[in-house]
């Protein structure tokens, strides 16, 4: 059935941080009335990785609203100051929050936002062409099984990602080899454990790594560590590096060529894949504390090595991974109770956006072509907008999944929706220049 014939300014597919910030932006703006739906019961933000004493890797500034409006109701200062923990705040002395209480001030947000749908998934959109054309939403209520119709004039993604896990990993036992997104699932399982190995060197597996030490003297298992990197290496976070997460870097990286940005991208892995500097002095402190004394460590950690393949042990518990030095060229086998993967994530693109094909462009790659202000490229001129959240590094670089900048695109897409200036937007927002300058620019050509 059809939801009543209501007309929607914006429909959106997901509620993660991404459209949970627009949503909260949206609240005060009377010009654009929208409702976002969530296939999850609840907003439960990576719950498998809310490790205790977790923390953010971007400063509570970039809560849903604060860079667009410190005084909106929806900000991190007012979720402390209803929960009576403004002087615990002020007193901890510090810009990163407990990731923890980050998911809790998000779900703190969702429960004064009627616009935010949980408990439904979007099956299905198609676009109606009538007279004012609009999208046609089907919406699944996972508890009853009831499926109700949506109609809005424009669209946005923000599907997320999911958990990468390589296929020489899938097919074992979950509860034996599985994803750092779900270790709290099975933190009972390694405890149990006589031995387990950490594959991947991201943050997250840098976390999972660093709990599962601190635990070890209580539960005896060995542990170990292995990457194909060349090392744990740090995230590249000192201040002038963290510019390239700023409007600036993302407008940059925009006007570049499309066969130069792949190349970039990749080089710029540890702008937002290393580990924090706070993880590893945490992780090499207590490999010190252990190694006093006479007890040998009961820890690898194992690098440059790449693991091809993981089969079950022949007559017995636990499995043989087929590992590779790859600088050497010298391959091994490793043996574990539990491997946990640490392999990132990948974007999220739900099929039913290709029942959309007739009017979204798409590249060789099979992927939709992204406009600077985040709308889609069309196939012809209709009044109809699809904005995107997700699967844009490509486009807008390495920015795209940093909560630091969310607020900023929802700047850029309210302001559109609105066709006004509802909150306005910096030209100049860091102290260095990727391009180069216009008026040094227009010299070099001679303009004047």
């Known amino acids: 059935m059809v939801n009543d014939q209501k007309m929607y300014d914006l429909i959106g597919i997901g509620v993660g941080p991404f459209n949970l910030s627009l949503a909260a932006l949206l609240d005060g703006v009377p010009e654009v009335e929208g409702i976002f739906f969530e296939q999850r019961e609840k907003f439960d933000w990576h719950p498998g990785m809310l490790i205790e004493g977790t923390k953010m890797q971007v400063p509570f500034l970039a809560d849903l609203v604060t860079m667009a409006d410190p005084t909106n109701p929806y900000s991190f200062l007012n979720y402390i100051t209803e929960h009576n923990r403004m002087y615990h705040f002020y007193f901890l002395q510090r810009l990163e929050i407990p990731r923890r209480e980050y998911n809790d001030y998000c779900q703190w947000a969702v429960n004064k936002l009627p616009s935010c749908q949980f408990g439904k998934r979007v099956v299905d959109v198609k676009h109606v062409?009538?007279?004012?054309?609009?999208?046609?939403?089907?919406?699944?209520?996972?508890?009853?099984?009831?499926?109700?119709?949506?109609?809005?004039?424009n669209l946005v993604i923000g599907s997320g990602s999911h958990p990468a896990m390589p296929m020489s990993f899938q097919g074992l036992p979950n509860e034996d080899v599985f994803h750092t997104a779900e270790f709290l699932d099975h933190q009972e399982r390694c405890r149990s454990a006589k031995s387990i190995t950490v594959v991947g060197s991201g943050q997250s597996a840098a976390e999972v790594f660093?709990?599962?030490?601190?635990?070890?003297?209580?539960?005896?298992?060995?542990?170990?560590?292995?990457?194909?990197?060349?090392?744990?290496?740090?995230?590249?976070?000192?201040?002038?590096?963290?510019?390239?997460f700023s409007p600036d870097y993302v407008n940059y990286f925009y006007s570049l060529p499309e066969e130069e940005?792949?190349?970039?991208?990749?080089?710029?892995?540890?702008?937002?894949?290393?580990?924090?500097?706070?993880?590893?002095?945490?992780?090499?402190?207590?490999?010190?504390?252990?190694?006093?004394?006479?007890?040998?460590?009961?820890?690898?950690?194992?690098?440059?090595?790449?693991?091809?393949?993981?089969?079950?042990?022949a007559g017995g518990e636990g499995y043989e991974l087929k590992c590779e030095q790859w600088q050497q060229e010298?391959?091994?086998?490793?043996?574990?109770?539990?491997?946990?993967?640490?392999?990132?994530?990948?974007?999220?693109?739900?099929?039913?956006?290709?029942?959309?094909?007739?009017?979204i462009k798409w590249d060789e790659n099979d992927q939709y072509k992204v406009r600077p202000?985040?709308?889609?490229?069309?196939?012809?001129?209709?009044?109809?907008?699809?904005?995107?959240?997700?699967?844009?590094?490509?486009?807008?670089?390495?920015?795209?999944?940093?909560?630091?900048?969310?607020?900023?695109r929802n700047k850029v897409i309210i302001n559109h929706l609105a066709k006004k200036e509802v909150y306005p937007?910096?030209?100049?927002?860091v102290f260095q220049n990727f391009g180069i300058p216009q008026s040094e620019a227009d010299e070099s050509t001679g303009n004047e």
């Open 330 to 359: 010298k391959p091994f086998t490793h043996e574990s109770d539990v491997v946990i993967v640490g392999t990132g994530y990948r974007p999220f693109v739900p099929d039913f956006i290709h029942h959309l094909d007739d009017i």
């Open 129 to 153: 062409r009538e007279k004012d054309p609009y999208f046609e939403v089907e919406v699944l209520e996972v508890a009853s099984g009831k499926k109700e119709k949506y109609r809005g004039k």
């Open 425 to 429: 937007l910096s030209n100049h927002n």
């Open 210 to 244: 660093r709990e599962l030490l601190k635990e070890q003297p209580d539960f005896g298992y060995r542990l170990d560590w292995l990457t194909r990197s060349s090392g744990f290496l740090s995230m590249e976070d000192t201040k002038l590096n963290l510019e390239h």
């Open 261 to 313: 940005k792949e190349q970039i991208f990749s080089s710029q892995d540890l702008l937002y894949k290393g580990i924090s500097a706070h993880t590893i002095t945490d992780i090499y402190n207590l490999l010190y504390e252990y190694s006093v004394g006479a007890q040998p460590l009961n820890v690898g950690l194992q690098v440059l090595t790449e693991v091809h393949d993981i089969v079950k042990k």
């Open 373 to 408: 202000d985040y709308r889609l490229y069309k196939k012809e001129d209709i009044p109809n907008e699809i904005y995107v959240h997700s699967a844009i590094s490509k486009s807008h670089g390495v920015g795209s999944t940093n909560l630091g900048l969310a607020v900023h």
